[in-house]
């Protein structure tokens, strides 16, 4: 739905689907005069005003677990894809530019040995810090508590934001979009990163400070970064695009057959429960 179409029909709705891009402010809410729940089609909820939808007695929900392993999985393809280099090769062989095989054709690094920063370890980092950890990757994290799990099972280590963008060999960005994480990851912190360093972000683009980390890779500052999520989402820098050194792709980190029918079912479930005057299986506010 456009903006236009949804102020209109969530007038008469007594529940609300949300997707990520619909943004639920408060002139949207206030045209809700019936709306029990607004059950959020993702894990994340920064398209809501979830405040002002308390204060008006609406609950919502979002759809965590369900994503955590499609959403792993999509880091650590971006993680291999920019280790390897990927979109180069691909681009080479379509292009027919291939002309056999060469010592120095496409070098890239190993995961075996490096550090791993994983910035947020709740479900979805802990869950890419599993798959990092069997690539043979030291696994250092920062996150506003600690992780046992993640300290006992993959021995990973808790360190300030400094220390992982100083010192890990691939950084992957797990945290959610909030006042406070806004530009988390601003200049000063990109400034950390290593000359071989591999940046990823599956979180939000907002988390970070997209124009600078678009210098430092045009500049060659780090080796390379893969995305699956933008500042302005869906408009793209195209700065950005004029770029070798970068993985893109849109927004598909849930994009499974499997997770996306996960989502449909709790955000239905989390519907029916609320209308049948039971409580939310998976409330945020
Ligand atoms: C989410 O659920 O927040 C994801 O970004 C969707 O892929």
Request: proline letters at 3%.
């Amino acid at each position: 739905m456009t903006r236009q179409e949804l102020i209109k029909k969530v007038k008469d709705a007594d529940a609300i689907i949300s997707l990520l891009a619909d943004k639920i402010d408060k002139a949207v809410i206030d045209r809700m005069k019936r709306c029990k729940i607004i059950a959020n089609y993702a894990v994340g909820f920064n398209n809501i005003d979830i405040e002002y939808a308390r204060r008006k007695d609406i609950i919502v929900t979002n759809t965590p677990d369900v994503l955590t392993d499609s959403t792993a999985d999509l880091a650590m393809t971006l993680v291999l894809a920019c280790a390897r280099r990927l979109n180069e090769g691909e681009k080479l062989v379509r292009q027919r530019k291939f002309k056999g095989w060469r010592p120095k054709l496409l070098l890239g690094y190993e995961l075996n040995n490096k550090t791993f920063g994983i910035v947020g370890m709740g479900r979805i980092g802990f869950a890419v810090a599993k798959r990092a950890y069997v690539f043979g990757c030291r696994i250092i994290y920062y996150s506003n508590k600690r992780n046992p799990d993640a300290e006992n099972l993959l021995n990973a280590k808790k360190v300030s934001l400094k220390s992982l963008m100083k010192n890990s060999d691939i950084i992957s960005l797990h945290i959610p979009l909030t006042n406070k994480t806004k530009n988390l990851i601003n200049s000063e912190m990109l400034d950390l990163m290593k000359r071989n360093a591999i940046f990823i972000n599956t979180a939000r683009g907002e988390v970070v400070d997209e124009k600078y980390l678009i210098e430092i890779l045009r500049n060659r500052k780090i080796f390379s970064a893969g995305f699956d999520v933008y500042e302005n989402e869906p408009d793209i820098n195209p700065e950005l695009l004029k770029l070798d050194n970068v993985v893109l792709l849109p927004h598909i980190g849930s994009a499974t057959h499997e997770s996306r029918n996960a989502m449909s079912e709790l955000a239905a479930k989390n519907v029916i429960a609320v209308l049948s005057g039971k409580n939310p299986l998976t409330p945020v506010n």
